[in-house]
């Protein structure tokens, strides 16, 4: 994880003298984490569905993933020295305190929503690889840019160029080839497959809009989430997974249980390795080299399961997936040139300009005019949205352009 820490620490991606070997150096970095991530992406796939294969208890490998993001996230966050998050003001008014505040109700009106999407999210998701094959999950989650862009339409009010929305046609067509040759086709894993990748979608609109208000680390974000996410997640465990074992006192898994807690120790880890080393990648590349980078994986988590896991397809069914694979991509080029035209007409930017954009509003950091110069090159992930971050020693202006 060494290459790792040096990505997400502080002055990540800082240039001076040899440059030439620096580059050099940065680019092996690049290639063995996008190695590191592509065999830890494949194998918790595999893993996850060798667990619930035999192991019919979606929400328990859920609550597995929280736990280990929990319990794994604080550490490195301390070794890397990422700063905490800034504290509320009062109802009162400002907090004495030097520095930005966030606004009263941060947490209540943001975190927790956040944090039941990635909750639900996260167990929509198992259940879809619990009632269909890894292939087709991960096929029917490449329909998230359709789902932004609807929601983005409806919520945010945002309008795509015309060659964003035909960027989505290869998509809907794969896909919809995918379901129609589907051998080991569900209805249920179908919807849950839908219901994990709108659920992503929203969680990339709205953590969008808190990274970018609030300034907090977006590995120190994943922590506050994945902590508020348990509260949701117990009660959840309780009353579907562990009451059916309870009831169904089945004895036969007791027998599994140590190879089963392997495995489910080994699958929240690499969900852990997963979102770290996904955004350190992100650090150090452009968004559009994260999106090559991030479909080469879908593509290969697809091939490595159909190898490992010796799923039936045809040759039609593979076309389908493919297409909607190289579909997001071609969304992601799309998106990415839309944004550099977008920015082209925002730069260049006055130093007045930074600083009324630096000033925290009423001694908070959410303010009325946030929106300015924000949201232009940020990338769709399986979890939420992230933009590069340059993070000072203070709270300056977090930068969410590429």
Request: hydrophobic letters at 50%.
């Amino acid at each position: 994880m060494a290459a790792a820490a040096a990505a997400v620490g502080p002055g990540a991606g800082a240039g001076g003298p040899g440059a030439a070997g620096g580059g050099a150096r940065e680019g092996a970095r690049v290639a063995a984490l996008c190695l590191l991530w592509y065999a830890l992406s494949a194998g918790g796939n595999v893993v996850n569905k060798v667990i619930l294969s035999a192991f019919p208890f979606p929400v328990t490998v859920s609550l597995c993933h929280i736990l280990a993001l929990c319990a794994g996230l604080p550490p490195l966050l301390r070794a890397w020295r990422v700063p905490p998050a800034p504290p509320v003001s009062g109802p009162a008014g400002p907090h004495p305190a030097a520095g930005p505040l966030l606004p009263p109700r941060f947490y209540p009106r943001y975190v927790l929503p956040l944090a039941f999407g990635k909750y639900f999210a996260s167990v929509s998701a198992h259940v879809s690889i619990w009632k269909v094959p890894v292939s087709y999950a991960h096929t029917v989650k490449a329909t998230m840019p359709i789902w932004v862009v609807l929601l983005s339409r409806i919520i945010m009010k945002e309008k795509q160029s015309t060659k964003v929305y035909l960027s989505l046609i290869p998509i809907i067509s794969g896909v919809l080839l995918a379901t129609v040759t589907e051998l080991s086709f569900d209805t249920w894993g179908l919807v849950s497959a839908l219901a994990a990748t709108l659920c992503f979608s929203l969680q990339n609109i709205f953590s969008k809009k808190v990274l970018r208000d609030s300034r907090i680390h977006h590995l120190r974000l994943l922590n506050i989430l994945g902590c508020h996410a348990v509260f949701f997640m117990i009660p959840t465990w309780v009353l579907v997974d562990l009451s059916t074992f309870l009831v169904g006192s089945d004895l036969s898994y007791v027998s599994q249980w140590p190879w089963t807690l392997l495995l489910l120790a080994v699958s929240g880890f690499c969900n852990l390795a997963q979102n770290v080393i996904a955004f350190s990648i992100l650090s150090l590349v452009s968004p559009l080299s994260y999106s090559v980078a991030n479909a080469t994986k879908r593509i290969l988590v697809i091939t490595v399961s159909l190898i490992m896991l010796r799923n039936p397809v045809t040759s039609t069914n593979v076309l389908g997936m493919m297409t909607a694979i190289l579909g997001v991509f071609l969304y992601n080029k799309t998106k990415y040139d839309a944004n550099q035209q977008a920015r082209k007409h925002l730069l260049p930017v006055s130093g007045a300009d930074l600083g009324l954009l630096e000033r925290p509003h009423n001694g908070t950091l959410f303010s009325a005019h946030s929106n300015y110069q924000y949201g232009h090159g940020s990338v769709l992930t399986d979890h939420f949205q992230y933009g590069r971050q340059n993070h000072a020693n203070s709270y300056t202006l977090s930068r969410y352009d590429v």
